[in-house]
């Protein structure tokens, strides 16, 4: 298949103490929406359980139909429109199939990355699910997941004396990895490519083990849900603490119970808030102090490798102003109030945000049911078969979403494999995506955005940048033409 990527193995490198491997990984890509934009370049590399490198895997792929990069990445990135369609890198099916490969013969696993959580793993996540792959890698199976931003964040906090933050020129700390990395050491030139992102994130990690090694040793606790769970069922107080905007909440809270049809998700209430001042509230007047700013209740997701920390280990300058003994007693007061509790789990199910299902086929990837073994079994044979034969294998998918996705692979890649009338579904809702009459309306990247992006970023671009942008601008006013024409 032509694929573009090296996997090479380091001599020597040994698994400590029969702990579990590592996999770093990164992805570049053509924006920031993690349901519209694709994957430009993924790299990854696996360390044994003392940050030793043991093999490192990179591929790249090229540009779908479908997709508009957004300027703005290009700039960052310094891809070229001609090289995002250079017919010897990989497809992007042909990418997420060596990258679904090696990642399967890399686990079980702690899958780490930064920004991950909210990122990389969600780009992931739906590249699995467009190319008909199951989406759930880097959390079944024996695999685990975590965010080495949320590690970095959190030890800028308890350890503040084991990593050099820079500070913005509006006083708060910088967790940019460009800029983190080199304040600690780390040579990062190449900053923003896939592979040197990955190198400067275990720099980092290998600073926190020598470092912090407590925190180190909390964070790695957590990347497994089953721990997670064990420390929320033994139902004691304890520190959450999350990042808005750069700026650290630390939060004594204790779980009260689990979100409805979402097993992973615990309820917490913030031990710093008076509970007299939700007792003799009216439904409706507790549903609108749940939805006030700050939250009283928080979401914690034992399977997104939360903060968590046992008070005993908490300095008290973290705990919101009052003693143990303070959040001993407002835990104990809350715990026996069996009708507050409920009213507060009430108000919370009450105040959920509602969302209408999605006409959009990327997101629908957590929409409905988990798709039925059959389906699974069909997305199997989809790929063991010859693209001539596989869209027989279309109309067979109990979920018609995969049908459709399916034929959209075959688009993709072999368009002639589709008979006439499909073809030109697939070509319509390609052309769909490039141009929308009111296109602030959609969420993804246009061509008419793009152009528009592009005529604000030309005029004050960098030398290095302006051939990227204006082969770009020229490119896509040829696409705008075809698709009008």
């Known amino acids: 298949m032509g694929f573009v990527f090296y996997a090479t193995k380091t001599s020597g490198a040994v698994t400590n103490g029969g702990g579990m491997s590592f996999v770093f990984y990164d992805t570049e890509t053509t924006g920031i ?26 591929i790249r792929s090229r540009l779908l139909p479908f997709v508009v990069p957004a300027p703005g990445a ?86 503040p004396d084991c990593l050099s933050v ?37 720099h980092l990690c290998r600073l926190i083990q020598d470092g912090a090694g407590e925190q180190w040793s909390r964070f790695l606790r957590f990347t497994q849900k089953a721990a997670a769970v064990e420390f929320l069922d033994e139902g004691d107080p304890f520190l959450l603490t999350e990042f808005y905007f750069n700026r650290p909440k630390h939060m004594p809270v204790l779980r009260i119970g689990q979100e409805v049809g979402q097993p992973n998700v615990s ?32 979401k914690v997701k034992a399977n997104a490798a939360p903060t968590m920390s046992a008070l005993d280990d908490v300095p008290v300058h973290l705990l919101s102003g009052l003693s143990h003994d303070d959040i001993a007693a407002r835990a104990a007061d809350l715990q026996s109030d069996e009708a507050l509790i409920a009213r507060l789990l009430a108000a919370y199910e009450a105040t959920k945000a509602e969302y209408e299902p999605s006409p959009h086929i990327e997101q629908q990837i957590y929409g409905g049911e988990f798709p039925m073994p ?34 959209r692979l075959i688009f993709a890649n072999d368009p002639n494999h589709l008979p006439a009338a499909e073809r030109a579904e697939m070509a319509s809702h390609v052309s769909s995506r490039l141009i929308v009459p009111d296109d602030a309306e959609v969420k993804w990247t246009t061509l ?10 030309l005029p004050s671009a ?18 705008i033409a075809a698709v009008n024409g």
């Open 74 to 159: 290009l700039r960052v990135t310094k891809m070229t429109i001609e090289r995002l369609h250079d017919p010897a890198t990989p497809s992007h099916y042909d990418m997420m199939r060596a990258i679904r490969a090696k990642l399967l013969e890399w686990s079980p696993a702690i899958f780490l990355g930064y920004n991950s959580l909210r990122f990389d793993e969600e780009l992931i996540r739906q590249a699995l699910y467009q190319t008909l792959h199951r989406p759930y890698l880097t959390n079944t199976d024996g695999n685990c997941r975590g965010d080495v931003l949320a590690l970095v964040q959190s030890v800028s906090e308890f350890e």
């Open 267 to 298: 309820i917490c209430f913030d031990l710093a808030r008076d509970l007299d001042s939700f007792r003799n509230l009216t439904d409706a007047q507790l549903q609108r102090l749940i939805e006030s700013s700050p939250k009283p209740l928080r």
């Open 374 to 407: 059959a389906d699974y079994q069909l997305m199997d044979r989809f790929h063991e078969t010859p693209w001539a034969q596989r869209h027989a294998l279309t109309g067979q998918f109990l979920d018609p979403k995969f049908g459709f996705i399916a034929k």
């Open 448 to 457: 008419i955005k793009a152009k528009a992006e592009c005529a604000k970023m």
């Open 462 to 479: 960098d030398p290095e940048d302006l051939p990227i942008l204006q082969g770009y601008a020229q490119y896509l006013d040829a696409r």
């Open 33 to 58: 929406n993690t349901s519209f934009d694709q994957i430009l370049q993924f790299a990854a590399i696996k360390t044994d359980a003392d940050l030793n490198i043991i093999e490192r895997f990179e």
């Open 166 to 202: 820079p500070i913005g020129n509006k006083g708060t700390a910088v967790f940019k990895l460009d800029q983190l990395a080199p304040a600690n050491g780390f040579a990062h030139e190449n900053a923003h490519d896939a592979l040197a992102d990955v190198e400067a994130t275990i």
